[in-house]
C-alpha cells in the first residue's frame, strides 16, 4: 500500500483499517453504548430520574420508578384503595405522602370508607374491629410523627373533629381504645416536650370531652345544668368523663394532669359538678378499696393549689362527707367518723392558711357549715371529736396573734370573735 492510500486511511477516507478494525466515530461510540445480553434477555432499566414531584399537568414524565415520582393527581386514587395498615406505613414514607394522607385525615370520603371497614366488623368479624381501631392510631401517629409541633398537631385535630362526628368515627378513634391511644398518637409529633396544660386542654375543648358539662339547658344533653346552679349530673356520669379526661392528659408525660383538671373546672359553670369532678379524679369509694388520709390529703392540697372560693371547698367538703358517711354504712370501708372527709378539710386549711388569711366573710362561710356538719352528725362521736379538735386549733391560730391585746385592752376585734365562735363549736361537742 502507499503512503498515499495510508495518508487517505489516516485521514478517515476509508471504513477499515488493517486489522478489519471500524473506524466510524459513530460506530464505535455505538458499540460501547451496547452491552451483550443473552438471547430473550431484556434491556437493563435506566437509573431513577432525580426530576421533582410534579402535577401530570406539567406533561408525562419519561421514567416514575418510586412512589414519589408519581403524579401528585394519583395520590387519592391511591390512598383510596388502600387498607388502613398499609396508609400507616405509606405515611411514613416521605413528607409528600405524610401530607397527603393528613390530608384524608380530614376528607369525609376517607372517614367514610373507614368507618365502614368498622361497621363491617360484626358478628364472628367483632374481634377485627379492634385491629382496625388500632390501624387508625397508627395512621394518626404515623401523621403526627412529621408534623412540626404541638401548633400544627392540634389544627390537625380542629379539622379532625367535625368530620369525625360527621360521618360517625369517633368512637372508632377514641371510644374502642379510649383517649389514650388518641392522645398518645397526638403525642408522638415533633418537639413533644413543648405541650402545656393548655395545649392539652384546648385538645381536650376541640374534642368535645367536657361537653356534658358545658350543654345549656336549652340544649339536649345527657344531664342539662339548671340556671339556679342545681346541677343533676350524677357522680357516675362525672366520673365517665373523669375517665376520659385523666386518660388523655395522662399520655403526655411532659404535662401535670393536675395542671389541666384545674383547667376543666374553669369550664364548669355548675359547683356540685366542680365538686363532684375533683371527687371522681381523687377520691371514689367503692367496695374493697380503702381509701385513706394521705388520698384526702391529696384533695386537699390540690383545692389550694387551684385557689377554689371558699363556697367551693364547703360544697366540696359536703359531697365527701355524704360519700364516706355511705360508704361506711355499707361497711366498704374500716373507717368510722369521716375520717378521711376530717383530714382533707384539715390539709386544704393548712395550704391555703386558713383561717388566719382569709376575710371575715369567708371565715364566718366555714365556721357556719362545720357547726351545720357537726349537728347533722350529732350521733356520730368520733366525727364531732375530730371536728373540735379542728375547731380548737383554728381557734388557737386566730387568737395567738391578739391574746396579748386582749388581756390589755379587753378589746376584741373580728379573729377574737370568730375563735369565740370556734370555741362554741367544741362546747357543743358533748
Same mark, same amino acid.
Given at each position: 500500500?502507499?503512503?498515499?492510500?495510508?495518508?487517505?486511511?489516516?485521514?478517515?477516507?476509508?471504513?477499515?483499517?488493517?486489522?478489519?478494525?471500524?473506524?466510524?466515530?459513530?460506530?464505535?461510540?455505538?458499540?460501547?453504548?451496547?452491552?451483550?445480553?443473552?438471547?430473550?434477555?431484556?434491556?437493563?432499566?435506566?437509573?431513577?430520574?432525580?426530576?421533582?414531584?410534579?402535577?401530570?399537568?406539567?406533561?408525562?414524565?419519561?421514567?416514575?420508578?418510586?412512589?414519589?415520582?408519581?403524579?401528585?393527581?394519583?395520590?387519592?386514587?391511591?390512598?383510596?384503595?388502600?387498607?388502613?395498615?398499609?396508609?400507616?406505613?405509606?405515611?411514613?414514607?416521605?413528607?409528600?405522602?405524610?401530607?397527603?394522607?393528613?390530608?384524608?385525615?380530614?376528607?369525609?370520603?376517607?372517614?367514610?370508607?373507614?368507618?365502614?371497614?368498622?361497621?363491617?366488623?360484626? *358478628?364472628?368479624?367483632?374481634?377485627?374491629?379492634?385491629?382496625?381501631?388500632?390501624?387508625?392510631?397508627?395512621?394518626?401517629?404515623?401523621?403526627?410523627?412529621?408534623?412540626? *409541633?404541638?401548633?400544627?398537631?392540634?389544627?390537625?385535630?380542629?379539622?379532625?373533629?367535625?368530620?369525625?362526628?360527621?360521618?360517625?368515627?369517633?368512637?372508632?378513634?377514641?371510644?374502642?381504645?379510649?383517649?389514650? *391511644?388518641?392522645?398518645?398518637?397526638?403525642?408522638?409529633?415533633?418537639?413533644?416536650?413543648?405541650?402545656?396544660?393548655?395545649? @392539652?386542654?384546648?385538645?381536650?375543648?376541640?374534642?368535645?370531652?367536657?361537653?356534658?358539662?358545658?350543654?345549656?339547658?336549652?340544649?339536649?344533653?345527657?344531664?342539662?345544668?339548671?340556671?339556679?346552679?342545681?346541677?343533676?349530673?350524677?357522680?357516675?356520669?362525672?366520673?365517665?368523663?373523669?375517665?376520659? @379526661?385523666?386518660?388523655?392528659?395522662?399520655?403526655?408525660?411532659?404535662?401535670?394532669?393536675?395542671? @389541666?383538671?384545674?383547667?376543666?373546672?374553669?369550664?364548669?359553670?355548675?359547683?356540685?359538678?366542680?365538686?363532684?369532678?375533683?371527687?371522681?379524679?381523687?377520691?371514689?369509694?367503692?367496695?374493697?378499696?380503702?381509701?385513706?388520709?394521705?388520698?384526702?390529703?391529696?384533695?386537699?392540697?390540690?383545692?389550694?393549689?387551684?385557689?377554689?372560693?371558699?363556697?367551693?371547698?364547703?360544697?366540696?367538703?359536703?359531697?365527701?362527707?355524704?360519700?364516706?358517711?355511705?360508704?361506711?354504712?355499707?361497711?366498704?370501708?374500716?373507717?368510722?367518723?369521716?375520717?378521711?372527709?376530717?383530714?382533707?378539710?384539715?390539709?386544704?386549711?393548712?395550704?391555703?392558711?386558713?383561717?388566719?388569711?382569709?376575710?371575715?366573710?369567708?371565715?364566718?362561710?366555714?365556721?357556719?357549715?362545720?357547726?351545720?356538719?357537726?349537728?347533722?352528725?350529732?350521733?356520730?362521736?368520733?366525727?364531732?371529736?375530730?371536728?373540735?379538735?379542728?375547731?380548737?386549733?383554728?381557734?388557737?391560730?386566730?387568737?395567738?396573734?391578739?391574746?396579748?391585746?386582749?388581756?390589755?385592752?379587753?378589746?376584741?376585734?373580728?379573729?377574737?370573735?370568730?375563735?369565740?365562735?370556734?370555741?362554741?363549736?367544741?362546747?357543743?361537742?358533748?
Amino acid at each position: 500500500m502507499s503512503p498515499n492510500d495510508r495518508s487517505g486511511t489516516e485521514a478517515g477516507g476509508d471504513d477499515e483499517d488493517e486489522d478489519g478494525d471500524f473506524q466510524d466515530d459513530r460506530h464505535l461510540q455505538a458499540l460501547k453504548r451496547k452491552r451483550w445480553q443473552p438471547p430473550g434477555a431484556q434491556a437493563a432499566p435506566e437509573p431513577p430520574s432525580s426530576e421533582p414531584l410534579r402535577s401530570a399537568a406539567a406533561g408525562p414524565r419519561a421514567h416514575a420508578t418510586t412512589m414519589d415520582d408519581l403524579p401528585l393527581e394519583v395520590y387519592p386514587l391511591i390512598i383510596a384503595h388502600l387498607p388502613v395498615h398499609a396508609a400507616a406505613r405509606l405515611a411514613l414514607v416521605s413528607t409528600v405522602w405524610n401530607a397527603a394522607l393528613a390530608r384524608g385525615l380530614v376528607s369525609a370520603d376517607f372517614h367514610t370508607s373507614l368507618q365502614s371497614e368498622y361497621a363491617a366488623c360484626t *358478628g364472628s368479624k367483632r374481634s377485627m374491629a379492634h385491629a382496625v381501631a388500632d390501624d387508625a392510631l397508627r395512621l394518626l401517629g404515623a401523621v403526627t410523627c412529621r408534623l412540626d *409541633g404541638p401548633a400544627t398537631t392540634i389544627e390537625l385535630v380542629r379539622r379532625m373533629a367535625p368530620v369525625m362526628v360527621a360521618r360517625d368515627s369517633k368512637e372508632l378513634f377514641n371510644r374502642m381504645n379510649g383517649f389514650e *391511644g388518641f392522645a398518645e398518637a397526638l403525642n408522638k409529633c415533633r418537639r413533644a416536650s413543648e405541650w402545656s396544660a393548655e395545649k @392539652v386542654f384546648e385538645c381536650i375543648d376541640i374534642l368535645g370531652l367536657m361537653k356534658i358539662f358545658t350543654h345549656t339547658a336549652s340544649t339536649d344533653s345527657i344531664s342539662t345544668l339548671d340556671t339556679d346552679g342545681i346541677s343533676t349530673l350524677s357522680l357516675e356520669e362525672a366520673r365517665l368523663v373523669r375517665s376520659d @379526661v385523666q386518660s388523655f392528659a395522662g399520655a403526655f408525660g411532659s404535662v401535670d394532669d393536675e395542671a @389541666v383538671l384545674k383547667l376543666c373546672l374553669d369550664k364548669m359553670p355548675v359547683r356540685s359538678d366542680r365538686s363532684k369532678m375533683i371527687m371522681s379524679w381523687f377520691a371514689c369509694f367503692f367496695d374493697d378499696y380503702d381509701f385513706t388520709e394521705d388520698d384526702a390529703a391529696r384533695i386537699g392540697l390540690f383545692v389550694a393549689s387551684a385557689a377554689l372560693p371558699i363556697a367551693d371547698v364547703v360544697d366540696l367538703i359536703d359531697h365527701l362527707r355524704g360519700q364516706e358517711n355511705g360508704a361506711e354504712a355499707r361497711d366498704w370501708i374500716g373507717t368510722r367518723g369521716c375520717l378521711c372527709t376530717v383530714a382533707t378539710l384539715r390539709a386544704w386549711a393548712r395550704a391555703a392558711s386558713f383561717p388566719t388569711q382569709w376575710p371575715t366573710q369567708a371565715r364566718t362561710s366555714m365556721f357556719v357549715a362545720l357547726s351545720r356538719w357537726s349537728a347533722t352528725n350529732a350521733a356520730d362521736v368520733a366525727f364531732k371529736g375530730r371536728v373540735a379538735k379542728l375547731a380548737m386549733s383554728w381557734a388557737m391560730e386566730l387568737l395567738a396573734p391578739h391574746v396579748l391585746v386582749l388581756e390589755e385592752t379587753g378589746v376584741t376585734d373580728g379573729p377574737v370573735l370568730d375563735a369565740t365562735r370556734l370555741l362554741q363549736i367544741v362546747d357543743r361537742r358533748e
